[in-house]
């Protein structure tokens, strides 16, 4: 609740700070919801099915439903919410990339903040360490008896930074030079996309793998892979305008 408390004060006073309309975001709040919760749901089923589909009942059919086991995926709340996003900004002569500028620090600093809330439940930790800031856990949910990375903690520290960095961004001579809507939130999913793989090679828990890679550290890599290749297009798009448009006058 504080993550998402504290995120929305910041999307608004970005929001507000590039001069976007608080009610059409308002106005449309149920509907993104609502698309988060089943995106979110659907891959969390997809990443657990062999936990929600073992076996085909009346009780597992049901509990499909149940959202608040917390088989949720994050990527899942995420690709549906930029659908809904691109979807309600065409039909409302909205400009997406601005909004996307205004979304992207305030999730990942929501996300580094619900790391904290990860670490106190001894969720999404780290394999076992002999550096001195190792944390031990007395849980039975965690296989670890001995110190762990608080990838949690790593977590919490770069998403923070992150979005700060983004948020300020624009105080940059040389970014406001380069900018363009869009920048700010393709560059943060792809400078996120870059830290979330790095700490996956600290996590311990289990989770799916292929050929022993992780999937969260897979689809880190395809999210950085995916924004560096968009960027870089967008980037060279405005680019060639702006060299057009100098050449006209």
């Not at 408390?5 to 507000?16: G, H, M, P, Q």
């Not at 619900?114 to 360490?129: D, K, L, V």
């Amino acid at each position: 609740m504080i993550a998402v408390i504290i995120s929305t004060i910041i999307l608004v006073k970005i929001a507000i700070r590039d001069g976007l309309k608080l009610q059409f975001l308002s106005d449309h709040s149920g509907i993104l919801i609502l698309w988060i919760i089943i995106g979110s749901r659907i891959f969390g089923l997809i990443e657990n099915y062999d936990i929600y589909f073992y076996q085909i009942t009346k009780d597992t059919f049901l509990s499909i439903f149940y959202i608040w086991d917390k088989g949720l995926s994050l990527w899942g709340g995420v690709i549906a919410f930029i659908l809904c996003l691109y979807f309600l900004c065409k039909n409302n002569d909205q400009d997406f990339w601005k909004w996307i500028d205004a979304f992207i620090p305030a999730l990942i600093l929501g996300i580094g903040i619900s790391s904290i809330g990860a670490f106190f439940e001894g969720i999404n930790y780290g394999r076992e360490t002999s550096m001195p800031w190792g944390v031990n856990f007395e849980s039975p949910a965690i296989k670890y008896t001995v110190p762990i990375h608080p990838t949690q903690i790593y977590n919490f520290i770069y998403c923070t930074l992150l979005a700060t960095g983004l948020t300020l961004a624009l105080h940059v001579k040389k970014i406001r030079e380069i900018y363009f809507p869009g920048f700010i939130g393709i560059a943060g999913l792809f400078l996120y996309g870059i830290l979330k793989f790095i700490e996956e090679f600290f996590r311990g828990d289990d989770v799916w793998t292929i050929f022993d890679i992780r999937i969260p550290q897979i689809f880190s890599l395809i999210l950085a892979i995916s924004a560096g290749t968009f960027l870089y297009i967008r980037y060279n798009k405005h680019t060639k305008k702006k060299l057009h448009n100098t050449t006209n006058k």
